[in-house]
Structures are given as C-alpha cells and as structure tokens.
C-alpha cells in the first residue's frame, strides 16, 4: 500500500490531454510545496519531470504541467504523443519523521 | 552531464547483507547541497524510498528499513554505497540510486538502476 494514491491507468488519444492526480495527505502533500513528478520506462533510468508542485527541469516539454490543491497534486500532459506512454510516479515530502513517499504509480497508455 | 552507475551483485542470498554502490561521474560527490539517494522498485510494484546521505555525511533512512539500512559516502572514489542487512526474499528489487537538489525529492538525476534478486 502506497503512501500516495494515484489512478493505476490512465489512458488518450495522441493529441489529447490527460490528468494524473496524486492524493496524499496533510502530513505530506499539503503541508509542502515540495512534490515531483518521474516518468519511468522499462530498463532505463526514471526521469524528473515536475519537482516542486509545478516546476520543470530543463529539458522537459512544455507539455507537462503540475500543480496542487490541498492535499492532492496533478500532472496534466496536453497534447499527448506515443513516446509519452510510461509509467509515472508521484513523490510528495513527508515531514521528518517519514521524509519521502511515492504514489504506486499510473500507467499511461496511448490509444 | 551527471551519471549515476549502479553497481551490485545481482544475487544475494537470505540473511546475508546485500550491498549496491552508486559511481558518479560528471560532478563531486563533496558537491554543497547534494542529496544522495536510494530507491528500489520491487518486480512489478511502485518505488519504495530507502533513504539518503546529504553531502556533509548525514543520513536519514526509510522507518520502515532504518534498523537495517547504512548508506556511507566515498569521496575517494566518488561513489556511494547502501548496505541493507539480513535480506529476504520481499529485498529483491531493482536498486535506483538517485542525486538530489534543494530537496531530497528533487531527485534531478538517477541511475538506470540494479537488479538485486534474494535467494534463498
């Protein structure tokens, strides 16, 4: 059982936009602006693609957009492509006590 | 370019100690403000955090596997290692090391990752 909740697929079209949200708690992703966003494929290294609610790293498509609301974050990826299906993971600071917990995790496929 | 290279012994058997070490390459280890991290993905399920070393040497580990779990840098040789002691079957995993900034969940750069299987 993860700590953070997210959908464990989601799917759309090339072209669309899709939603994965992330709901954690008051301990960890409402109390701090400090949740990111990783994008994994099979045998390669995960990717940074949100870190601090909505921030991008250098590199990364303007496509992909983050944001939070209480206790639930969100990564919005507009204009979806093929390359975009992945895995991806929300991660959310826990407080000192707990740290780090991630969602479990959403497969997003590409129709 | 930051890479981090994972490097392990694929098998471990129970009860042992299984030990993963990370080789940086592209930036200091000694760097102010890194964090260093460990992740694993057990087959088929989502990441699990395991813990950090900040780059003045301290640490801070998983509740759940803090009993267990030392992670030691080697400036000498620009790597990190993690040591997780007395393993089951429930440790094999694929061992993701990771590098931290501002933030110990601003994991910027990781390392393709390492399968570690537990056998008993």
């Known amino acids: 059982q993860s700590a953070l909740t997210q959908p464990a697929s989601v799917s759309g079209s090339p072209g669309q936009s899709i939603t994965i949200s992330c709901t954690g708690t008051s301990n960890d992703i409402g109390s701090y602006n400090l949740v990111s966003w990783y994008q994994l494929y099979p045998g390669k290294a995960p990717k940074l693609m949100i870190y601090e609610d909505s921030k991008r790293p250098s590199g990364v498509s303007t496509r992909f957009s983050g944001s939070t609301s209480g206790n639930t974050a969100s990564l919005t990826i507009s204009g979806l492509q093929t390359e975009d299906e992945a895995d991806y993971y929300c991660c959310s600071y826990a407080g000192s006590s707990t740290f780090v917990v991630f969602g479990g995790g959403t497969k997003l496929t590409v129709l | 370019q930051v890479q981090l290279q994972e490097s392990g012994p694929g098998l471990v058997k129970s009860s042992q100690t299984l030990s993963v070490t990370c080789s940086v390459s592209?930036?200091?280890?000694?760097?102010?403000?890194?964090?260093w991290s460990w992740i694993r993905q057990h087959p088929g399920k989502g990441l699990e955090w395991i813990g950090y070393i900040y780059y003045s040497g301290s640490t801070n580990y998983n509740p759940s596997l803090r009993s267990r779990v030392t992670i030691s840098l080697d400036t000498s040789k620009n790597q990190y290692s993690l040591k997780l002691s007395s393993v089951t079957a429930a440790d094999t995993a694929v061992y993701y090391c990771?590098?931290?900034?501002?933030?110990?969940?601003?994991?910027?750069?990781w390392g393709q990752g390492a399968l570690v299987t537990v056998s008993s």
């Open positions: 592209g930036g200091s280890i000694s760097s102010v403000g890194y964090y």
């Open positions: 990771a590098r931290g900034l501002g933030a110990v969940v601003n994991l910027h750069y």
